[in-house]
T-cell receptor, first 115, second 109 residues
Framework: SQTIHQWPATLVQPVGSPLSLECTVEGTSNPNLYWYRQAAGRGLQLLFYSVGIGQISSEVPQNLSASRPQDRQFILSSKKLLLSDSGFYLC??????????????FGNGTRLTVT | DAKTTQPNSMESNEEEPVHLPCNHSTISGTDYIHWYRQLPSQGPEYVIHGLTSNVNNRMASLAIAEDRKSSTLILHRATLRDAAVYYCILRGYGQNFVFGPGTRLSVLP
């Protein structure tokens, strides 16, 4: 069966510090991968998605970036965190072939607090 | 991306059925209807999805209108653990999952 791992579960970082969140998927190949963010009390915002290694699409301009160095690995980064980067970061995947008929599966998320 | 409209909140009594509505009047013929729910402090969880026919699984049932302009998620017996935000999403070919505000379901003991 497929599983998605996301770490760390919680993170407290000072303003201006770098960020690296990692997500890996097991049990499937060639997944579509996604990063979402949910600010406190708000909805889910799609940040990045990827349909293959090295292929990243950004939905929202910001100081975050994403990379996909391997087929089942998706990394969210920032060089300098802002207070507004605080939130709940969620990695997710779907099957690539027939993706519209594939459920979106989420990791457990990382709760980031920028102080 | 086609949009959906859901009530902001709903209440149900424990052990009673719950019908969560979703309107999607601009749905296209190839859009799948997906439902997810998000429990407090957790990531969203897949519930069910369908295209044209009604669907059943261990969690819920999905009733899709004949014209596909609306759908209803049915929880057959609500429990306290079903209290969550429920999202109705359309997904077509080449599109991403766009989450709206959803419906906050409260289950009363």
């Amino acid at each position: 069966s497929q599983t998605i791992h996301q770490w760390p579960a919680t993170l407290v970082q000072p303003v201006g510090s770098p960020l690296s969140l990692e997500c890996t998927v097991e049990g499937t190949s060639n997944p579509n991968l996604y990063w979402y963010r949910q600010a406190a009390g708000r909805g889910l915002q799609l940040l990045f998605y990827s349909v293959g290694i090295g292929q990243i699409s950004s939905e929202v301009p910001q100081n975050l970036s994403a990379s996909r160095p391997q087929d089942r690995q998706f990394i969210l980064s920032s060089k300098k965190l802002l207070l507004s980067d605080s939130g709940f970061y969620l990695c997710a995947w779907t099957r690539r072939q027939g993706a519209e008929d594939s459920p979106l599966h989420f990791g457990n998320g990382t709760r980031l607090t920028v102080t | 991306d086609a949009k959906t409209t859901q009530p902001n909140s709903m209440e149900s009594n424990e052990e009673e059925p719950v019908h969560l509505p979703c309107n999607h009047s601009t749905i296209s013929g190839t859009d799948y209807i997906h439902w997810y729910r998000q429990l407090p402090s957790q990531g969203p969880e897949y519930v069910i999805h369908g295209l044209t026919s009604n669907v059943n699984n261990r969690m819920a049932s999905l009733a899709i209108a004949e014209d596909r302009k609306s759908s209803t998620l049915i929880l057959h017996r609500a429990t306290l653990r079903d209290a969550a935000v429920y999202y109705c999403i359309l997904r077509g070919y080449g599109q991403n999952f766009v989450f709206g505000p959803g419906t906050r379901l409260s289950v009363l003991p």
